[in-house]
């Protein structure tokens, strides 16, 4: 789709003064698929030369440039040590309703700052208690995790100008052991629900992480792996005051009924593996 009303694509490396009309650019397939009357300019990230994925002593670094295709190719550095990873990044990549042109170019930012609800690395950095690196346009950095991030379908914490440079993940989560779950309306639609549970192998602790369902990342968590009512009670009183999402990709009631089926799915997989 051609941006009429925008006159000018900038190298963001040139760290160029954020102006009224200004957009970062990542992989482009969102703004380039739809009118964009309000830009004027796009601030290009193509070029930041920042490392995709990055291991390091406290987890792992993912830029937010980093592409689908990337981080569906990222191989821990032992299987073992981070069954997580193992575990979710390729159902999560898997998730997303597109072709492979679109997963070449998309990235882990523009998936996070464009906030759908079905966004599938917000459902990945979220579950595995993913911190966010803000840049702001006076040079200040802050942090935040992913599940708080994202406030709402569309809506984000990012201040004007503000750049999500990239998303940590720590390796206490890497190491828990996790699963995954999602509906949609056909094979290859949208999620209309996407849930990740993890546990502690150590501690018992146990999460469950909703969206797709949900106008954003709902989060419910307990000291050990929860009764099935419990679990059903929790995660009904957390996503009340969300809301659960209603368009074209499923009806609120089913996306609820769903959610509650795929979380109980995932309280029984994650159980019986510890019995195994
Ligand atoms: C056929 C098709 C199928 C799709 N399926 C899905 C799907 O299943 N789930 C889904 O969630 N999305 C889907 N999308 C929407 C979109 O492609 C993805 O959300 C994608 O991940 C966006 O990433 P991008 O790098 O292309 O972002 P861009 O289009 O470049 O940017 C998206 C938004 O994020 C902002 N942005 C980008 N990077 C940053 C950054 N680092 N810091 C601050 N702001 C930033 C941009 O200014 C823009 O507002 C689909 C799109 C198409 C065309």
Redesign the pocket.
């Known amino acids: 789709m051609d941006l009429t009303t925008v006159r000018e694509v900038c190298d963001a490396r040139r760290s160029p003064r954020w102006q009224a009309g200004d957009?970062?650019?990542?992989?482009?397939?969102?703004?380039?698929?739809e009118p964009q009357p309000l830009l004027r300019r796009l601030l290009d990230?193509e070029r930041m030369g920042w490392e995709a994925l990055r291991v390091t002593s406290g987890g792992l670094e993912i830029a937010?440039?980093c592409?689908?295709t990337q981080l569906h190719a990222f191989v821990p550095p032992g299987r073992m040590a981070w069954p997580a990873a193992v575990a979710l990044f390729g159902p999560c990549c898997r998730?997303?309703?597109?072709?492979f042109k679109?997963w070449n170019?998309?990235?882990?930012?523009?998936?996070i700052?464009?906030a759908?609800p079905?966004?599938?690395?917000?459902a990945l950095t979220a579950a595995l208690e993913g911190e966010c690196v803000l840049l702001a346009q006076d040079g200040g950095v802050r942090r935040m995790p992913v599940a708080r991030f994202v406030t709402g379908a569309g809506r984000t914490a990012?201040a004007e100008g503000?750049?999500?440079?990239s998303v940590l993940l720590p390796a206490r989560a890497l190491r828990r052991r996790a699963a995954v779950r999602r509906a949609s309306l056909r094979p290859q639609g949208?999620?209309a629900a996407l849930l990740v549970a993890t546990v502690d192998p150590g501690d018992g602790t146990w999460r469950v992480t909703v969206t797709g369902s949900t106008t954003r990342p709902v989060v419910v968590s307990f000291d050990r792996p929860p009764a099935a009512q419990a679990l059903r009670e929790a995660l009904e009183q957390a996503v009340d005051p969300v809301g659960w999402v209603d368009d074209v990709h499923g009806h609120p009631a089913w996306r609820r009924h769903m959610t509650l089926l795929l979380a109980e799915e995932l309280r029984t997989e994650l159980a019986d593996e510890e019995r195994v």
């Open positions: 957009a970062w650019l990542a992989g482009g397939t969102y703004l380039f698929s990230l937010a440039t592409t689908v998730a997303f309703s597109s072709s679109v170019t998309a990235t882990l930012g523009g998936n700052c464009l759908l079905a966004a599938p690395l917000i990012l503000e750049l999500l440079r949208r999620s």
